[in-house]
């Protein structure tokens, strides 16, 4: 190996001083001063000084701590910057834990809003069209593609959240769907079915009475049968999610509320009954049956509460055929559109009928099913289901539609107040869709983009006009 001169080695500390502004040759003047001090000592020891070379480390001391430095001031002024610049989280306030209400506040704590929901009787309660024991999951929606998207991703939603809460909710028994008049309603909505994924099977009513010989098909042209349908426990659903809701963060009051006045283009405050207010960036009212009295203007009559009896029969005793392992969902398009669950979770055979019914005051009115009801649901039993004829009633119920004149929900802001959305409109199909509707809102309010123009409030007002 030839032997380094002194000018040699003067020269790599010259590089040295160049490297003093250029922190990524760092490693590089590390390297250098290695090779000087061993070419030092192994080709010629009296080449470089100790001073010469004590000189060189003190730069590389300089470069360094200096590089250091200017790290650590870059890194304390981004991190500086990011603190002015990290945005104030949105503070949402949520009227109303039904299957709209409460989903929509999970999801907006999600997507880190602090949230406050407030309801006056609490989750899916009794007067609440949240309310009552199950509710039909089913994607079969005539032309409206929408609704058979919402329902996809809300199934796909609630087994995430099955097994992230590590709590079964969705139980899917099947849709059979027996049509009695024609079947458009259904087959428009096979080709969306089919887009997103959702089986379905076609059923001649031979084939459909061999597959169900519990039922009594007479009278029925075409048979569908929705694999992917089921039923949710509507109130132990909203309680879960309630509960989901305050163990991540959120804040629940039972309390009603009203808004107070909206002052250039925003409300700012609601009036609690307690008789506090509630200030908040953003609102939303999802109260069900209530949105059109405590909005008569915007609202009104385009929200109309409905009584909607549901009928619990007993099947007879040991007899397995009418539980939901062994017979799905139904829904019976004749004259009427009527509708069942079996078992209904070990509470009975359920059966209701689809039909609005008389409109009533959702907080006032007297919750009695009406005898009228009671006979056409008996009649309908024992004639499309023979061997629960005389079968008792274990219960009846009144539950309530909140029903809009086009049955499509209201999902829009306040005309007068761009920081309150007004949700509602569920006509009697509503909860199915929560954990997807509840996200399209959330969306909606903290990015602040326009509504769908399917859920806007002007539509009723273009068709006024028209």
């Not at 001090?37 to 192994?42: C, E, Q, V």
């Not at 929408?146 to 097994?163: C, D, F, G, P, T």
Request: aromatic share 10%; net charge positive.
């Amino acid at each position: 190996m030839p032997k380094q001169s002194p000018a040699a080695a003067n020269k790599e500390i010259a590089l040295l001083r160049s490297a003093r502004n250029d922190i990524k040759k760092r490693v590089f003047v590390q390297t250098l001063m290695s090779k000087a001090m061993k070419k030092r000592h192994a080709d010629q020891p009296t080449g470089i000084s100790r001073r010469a070379f004590l000189k060189a480390g003190a730069l590389f001391t300089a470069v360094g701590v200096f590089d250091v430095l200017s790290v650590f001031k870059k890194k304390a002024l981004v991190s500086a910057t990011s603190i002015k610049q990290t945005p104030k989280k949105p503070e949402v306030v949520v009227i109303g834990a039904g299957a709209f209400g409460g989903w929509t506040a999970l999801h907006l704590l999600r997507k880190g809003a602090r949230v406050t929901l407030v309801d006056a009787w609490g989750p899916g309660n009794s007067r609440a069209s949240s309310g009552g024991d199950t509710r039909v999951i089913r994607a079969i929606y005539g032309p409206d593609q929408i609704y058979v998207k919402m329902v996809a991703r809300s199934v796909q939603l609630w087994r995430e959240n099955e097994k992230r809460w590590n709590q079964k909710l969705y139980t899917r028994t099947g849709a059979l769907w027996m049509l009695q008049e024609n079947d458009e309603f259904v087959r428009t909505s096979l080709p969306f079915l089919r887009e997103y994924a959702l089986k379905f099977d076609e059923l001649s009513p031979m084939k459909a009475r061999k597959r169900f010989p519990q039922i009594n098909f007479e009278g029925v042209k075409w048979v569908f049968f929705e694999e992917e349908a089921g039923y949710i426990p509507a109130r132990h659903a909203c309680k879960v999610v309630l509960d989901v809701f305050v163990a991540e963060g959120g804040k629940y009051l039972q309390l009603s509320a009203k808004p107070d006045v909206i002052k250039h283009g925003t409300l700012h405050d609601i009036a609690l009954s307690d008789g506090s207010t509630l200030g908040a960036d953003h609102f939303v009212f999802a109260c069900g049956s209530w949105l059109g009295k405590i909005f008569p203007n915007e609202i009104g009559d385009l929200i109309e509460p409905t009584r909607q009896s549901v009928y619990y029969f007993g099947t007879p005793p040991g007899d397995h055929r009418f539980v939901d392992e062994n017979l799905p969902i139904w829904i019976d398009f004749g004259e009427r559109i009527l509708y069942g669950i079996p078992g209904d979770g070990r509470r009975g055979f359920k059966i209701a009928d689809d039909t609005r019914g008389d409109p009533i005051d959702p907080t006032s009115d007297e919750r009695k099913p009406s005898h009228e009801g009671f006979e056409i649901a008996r009649k309908y039993l024992e004639f499309r289901f023979p061997a629960l004829k005389g079968a008792p009633l274990l219960e009846a119920r009144a539950c309530v539609y909140e029903n809009t004149p086009d049955h499509h929900f209201i999902i829009d802001r306040h005309p007068r107040a761009r920081n309150l959305w007004l949700v509602g409109g569920g006509s009697g199909h509503g909860f199915k869709h929560g954990p997807a509707l509840g996200e399209m809102v959330a969306e909606a309010v903290v990015a602040e983009t326009p509504p769908n123009p399917f859920f806007s409030l002007t539509r009723f007002f273009l068709h006024e006009q028209n």
